[in-house]
């Protein structure tokens, strides 16, 4: 059964994303705006939106990992680009669900934590992500 | 009904991990560190998807089939003489082999299985009691047994429905993901 986290475990979360992951998290945000690019009306590429619906709807940390996984392993569509960037991904990942064990002893409260990390990290993913599309705009 | 325990936590702990570690272990065994192209691969894309698709569909028959295309695949080999097709039928029947231990392996042999995984999960009213072989049971006993066998069986049932199909997507997924990786040919189309 999955337990609620307690605010300690969030707040220890937090600290871990905002000192240890986010500067990971945006680079990997630029990276994803240098393979996705835009989509051809300028809007967020199709992939970056997936991957954050992905994550923002996940009820475990593997859906996201099979995700990635998946879209590496087409034989067709965006592998391409999804191989350039995806093993970076599913470390950065693995870095979360190793540090949602670190924080939590229950596994009920590690289920629950490695989500509440995973949505923390795609919102500095996004973010960059965004940034770096804004950036190149501006310059054309 | 007794209460399935949460399938998300399994699948993103221990089951997930051993899904991974199979796949991992046999493309170790089996698998070629680099392949021209997808039609090398050991197990087609569209048996995995067929697999994926039976354990999401037919969990039940995921151990039966496995079995089933272990024999095709050994009738051929029987029918081969070239050596390397010869290695190639055998990686495949490797394979499925690993596939039904997975399902259904009994230790020593299969140190781990998703049916003994059933039967740890099973709640204790459930598990079959053991008589000894002179007992006789009574009307009313044998009447209480045939009830909780029918409930084991109904709960067994939703447990593979359950777990069948997220234990094999992880391992589908990771099989084509690893392969992918290792194949020129798609990396190409590059």
């Known amino acids: ?140 | 009904m007794p209460e399935l325990y949460d399938v998300a936590l399994v699948v993103d702990g221990e089951l997930g991990r051993r899904a991974i570690q199979a796949v991992d272990e046999y493309l170790k065994e089996y698998g070629d560190t680099e392949y021209r192209a997808e039609r090398d691969w050991p197990i087609s894309r569209s048996q995995i998807a067929g697999l994926r698709q039976i354990a999401a569909t037919e969990p039940s028959k995921v151990a039966s089939f496995a079995s089933h295309q272990q024999k095709k695949v050994e009738k051929r080999l029987e029918q081969t003489r070239r050596e390397e097709r010869q290695r190639e039928l055998e990686a495949q029947i490797a394979f499925w082999k690993m596939v039904k231990g997975l399902c259904e392996g009994k230790p020593p042999r299969a140190p781990w299985s998703l049916a003994q995984e059933c039967d740890q999960a099973m709640p204790p009213e459930l598990r079959e009691e053991l008589s000894s072989p002179d007992a006789k049971p009574s009307a009313q006993e044998r009447t209480a047994r045939k009830q909780t066998r029918r409930l084991r069986e109904h709960w067994q049932d939703a447990w593979r429905r359950e777990i069948y199909p997220a234990f094999f997507g992880r391992f589908c997924v990771h099989y084509l993901y690893a392969l992918s990786k290792r194949t020129k040919s798609t990396q190409d189309q590059e």
């Open chain 1, 1 to 140: 059964m999955s337990l609620a986290l307690t605010p300690d475990l969030i707040h220890q979360a937090d600290a871990f994303s905002e000192q240890q992951q986010r500067s990971a998290a945006q680079r990997l945000g630029r990276r994803l705006f240098e393979v996705f690019q835009s989509d051809k009306q300028g809007r967020v590429s199709t992939q970056v939106r997936n991957l954050q619906q992905m994550v923002i709807s996940a009820t475990r940390l593997a859906d996201i990992e099979d995700f990635v996984k998946q879209q590496m392993g087409r034989g067709k569509g965006p592998c391409k680009e999804w191989r350039q960037v995806g093993d970076e991904v599913l470390e950065q990942l693995q870095g979360l669900r190793e540090a949602a064990n670190r924080l939590a002893s229950h596994e009920g409260q590690r289920l629950a934590l490695r989500l509440h990390l995973a949505r923390t990290w795609i919102r500095d993913v996004v973010g960059a992500y965004l940034y770096a599309k804004a950036q190149k705009e501006m310059e054309t």
